[in-house]
């Protein structure tokens, strides 16, 4: 098989994903829906919505937010973490 020849089929397909009928709404970023919050490294509260019960950081896929709000919710918990205002780990 040489660069760039096409790749012979298996004759495996993919399973498609059964439908169940509904559909996941889509999380909106409070950020944006409502420009009176603000990200705040002393607002442990706000904060402590987008950690898991461990004390990490949770994904966006969780979140709901965009990419630079995640980036600086991340940011803020670790400043936070880093000034004692939250736990680096909680639980354990």
């Given at each position: 098989?040489g660069?760039?020849a096409?790749?012979?089929?298996?004759g495996?397909?993919?399973?498609?994903?059964?439908d169940?009928?509904?559909?996941?709404r889509?999380?909106?970023?409070p950020f944006v829906e409502?420009?009176?919050?603000?990200?705040d490294?002393?607002?442990?509260?706000?904060?402590?919505?987008f950690?898991?019960e461990?004390g990490?950081v949770?994904?966006?896929?969780m979140t709901?937010?965009?990419?630079a709000?995640?980036r600086q919710i991340s940011?803020?918990i670790?400043?936070?973490?880093?000034?004692?205002?939250?736990?680096?780990?909680?639980?354990?």
């Amino acid at each position: 098989m040489g660069r760039g020849a096409p790749r012979q089929s298996t004759g495996y397909f993919r399973a498609q994903p059964l439908d169940l009928g509904f559909r996941r709404r889509k999380k909106v970023d409070p950020f944006v829906e409502d420009t009176t919050m603000h990200i705040d490294y002393k607002d442990a509260k706000l904060l402590s919505r987008f950690m898991s019960e461990r004390g990490r950081v949770l994904p966006r896929r969780m979140t709901g937010l965009n990419a630079a709000n995640q980036r600086q919710i991340s940011r803020a918990i670790k400043r936070a973490q880093h000034l004692a205002i939250l736990p680096y780990r909680r639980g354990a």
